[in-house]
């Protein structure tokens, strides 16, 4: 069975993908003053220590961050992001996508942060500073007043204060709860003009791909003018299939459309997609150079790189 566990793939081939188009996009969308909504739907724990036990178990960032940091040209902006997170040029820090979002947003944003893994989001807390069990808009840590309350691990406590010395204020207004994503992006994603959201679930049970099609073909109604990003896993014995076919058709305006196959395949995790739906006209051409020079520089083959009309 598939467990795709942030914590366990940090930095790895589909997390550079993930993230540069992620934070593509937000810069795209930051060329207008208007503050962008931003949904995570399954936001981890925004910031990763490359020395934390989950990330040393399989070090997935030395086959994938690191075969193209310090980087440069397309996706500029997420290797500014990391580059501010490692000063020393020695790779200490890594950000998940809620800390891309977090570390780029402005103050004029929104982040909404979901997460249902009741440890993952009790880190992702410490870091803004809620207290357990709250969730804060535009408070804390979201504007640089760090609260008091538990620190929880030591370790992670350092890190916390590391991560937070380097980047300086998060800017944006956040909202992180204990919540479905699914849920939370289908109630508020409608009632914001500028959106950019990110579904990546584990994929550990089978009936969340039908949940990503079932939510993208309720979105495709009620958010069409969003940009919404949907990483999954390639698997072997072709169980994503369905699903990509479903999004596929969805017929959403400027469906891009990538998968790459990992240079060191697993036995049944054979290679990342990736979706961006709403992917603006300006933005294709970078997009597929650039998702060809990715993966060339990561020795991964790509399968598919096209961009749909709708």
């Known amino acids: 069975m598939l467990s795709y566990q942030h914590a366990y793939h940090v930095g790895g081939v589909a997390d550079v993908f993930k993230h540069i188009l992620l934070c593509n996009s937000l810069i795209y969308l930051h060329k207008k003053p208007k503050g962008v909504a931003c949904f995570d739907a399954m936001a981890g724990r925004g910031f990763y220590g490359v020395d934390e036990e989950e990330v040393v178990k399989l070090q997935e960032f030395k086959d994938g961050f690191l075969q193209v940091w310090p980087g440069g040209g397309f996706g500029q902006s997420w290797f500014d992001l990391m580059d501010k997170l490692n000063p020393l040029k020695k790779l200490e820090i890594m950000a998940g996508s809620s800390g891309v979002m977090l570390g780029v947003g402005r103050p004029q944003d929104i982040v909404f942060l ?17 207290e357990a069990g709250k969730s ?66 584990s994929y550990e049970r089978p009936e969340e791909y039908a949940r990503v099609l079932e939510v993208m073909r309720a979105l495709r109604k009620s958010a069409s003018k969003a940009q919404i990003h949907v990483w999954y896993p390639v698997m072997a014995d072709g169980r994503h299939e369905a699903m990509v076919r479903g999004l596929r058709a969805l017929g959403w305006p400027s469906t891009y459309h990538l998968e790459v196959s990992l240079p060191k395949a697993k036995r049944e995790y054979v290679a990342t997609g990736h979706f961006v739906f709403g992917l603006p006209y300006n933005m294709v051409a970078e997009t597929l150079a650039g998702a060809n020079d990715l993966a060339r520089w990561l020795g991964g083959e790509v399968l598919v790189n096209e961009v749909k009309a709708g």
């Open 114 to 130: 979901s997460e249902m893994h009741k440890g993952e989001a009790d880190k992702l807390r410490g870091f803004l500073g809620q």
């Open 136 to 201: 804060e808009v535009g408070d804390g840590y979201a504007r640089g007043k760090r609260r008091g309350g538990d620190e929880g691990e030591g370790g992670r406590a350092m890190l916390d204060a590391l991560v937070r010395d380097r980047l300086g204020p998060i800017l944006p207004r956040v909202d992180m709860a204990v919540r479905d994503g699914f849920e939370h992006l289908l109630r508020e994603a409608p009632l914001h003009d500028r959106v950019l959201g990110l579904i990546d679930p």
